[in-house]
């Protein structure tokens, strides 16, 4: 049922954005079938990646090739299985997959409810160093690193931190309490979504409740900062770019 006069706490704005569950409608996307497909962040938005929310069936299939795109796939929670060729492999809650550039891939093989976060972006290669491999690994194999000594605040950081690799994708766990240290403001631009718990982001100049399940977009040099809140522990899982010139960045201006 809509809410009262329409109210909503999802924003849009020309440096971010914050999206919530109730406002997420599905997509129709090549490669997938038997799924439920909300594109959370996308180009049409500003962005110069894409992150979307996939919940799988038993008989759900998607795939394709990457081609000159990279592909970061966290499994927020379920089972399912991807293939690369003639190799399988099982996933399993807080699993993740990196695909390079120029790979076929095929997920399948899910449970009910199972819920995939897929990340894309355009790959920017370097003329000096060789590409980024396959690399499949699980979350909680990673500790999480104080973070600049808060052992409140603990970032697990999920890709090598190698040249090669243009995009990062970090899990970062904070106890009641704990805040971002100080309000950034970056070249990196970002795409999140909330885990657990519930908190504050600032975003901007604009403060914002957000808990499980919120999406927020941060284009770059959009100040930003996160208490945590309540009784129970917030996580949030983000993507930045990293690694590139900020030329190389830039968005199309055609």
């Not at 962040?41 to 069936?57: D, E, K, W």
């Amino acid at each position: 049922m809509t809410k009262l006069f329409g109210s909503l706490r999802t924003v849009v704005r020309e440096r971010y954005a914050l999206l919530t569950l109730e406002s997420f409608v599905p997509s129709t996307l090549p490669g997938w079938s038997d799924a439920v497909c909300v594109v959370q962040i996308s180009p049409a938005m500003g962005a110069r990646f894409s992150q979307t929310l996939v919940t799988m069936t038993p008989a759900s299939i998607g795939g394709g090739q990457t081609g000159t795109s990279e592909l970061f796939a966290y499994l927020v929670e379920g089972q399912c299985t991807v293939s690369f060729g003639q190799k399988k492999s099982s996933l399993a809650t807080d699993s993740y997959v990196y695909v390079p550039p120029q790979r076929d891939y095929l997920f399948g093989g899910a449970t009910a409810g199972t819920r995939l976060l897929l990340f894309e972006k355009t790959y920017a290669a370097l003329e000096a160093a060789a590409g980024p491999q396959l690399l499949i690994g699980k979350a909680s194999d990673i500790s999480g690193q104080p973070f600049l000594g808060d052992a409140d605040a603990r970032l697990q950081v999920l890709l090598p931190e190698q040249p090669a690799f243009d995009m990062a994708v970090n899990i970062f766990a904070y106890l009641p309490g704990a805040t971002l240290p100080f309000v950034e403001s970056h070249v990196m631009e970002h795409g999140l979504m909330m885990l657990a718990g519930q908190g504050i982001y600032r975003l901007d100049n604009d403060w914002h409740p957000v808990q499980a399940g919120d999406v927020i977009w941060m284009a770059p040099y959009c100040p930003q900062w996160f208490a945590a809140m309540g009784k129970t522990p917030a996580s949030y899982i983000y993507y930045k770019d990293v690694n590139r010139s900020a030329l190389a960045s830039q968005p199309s201006k055609t």
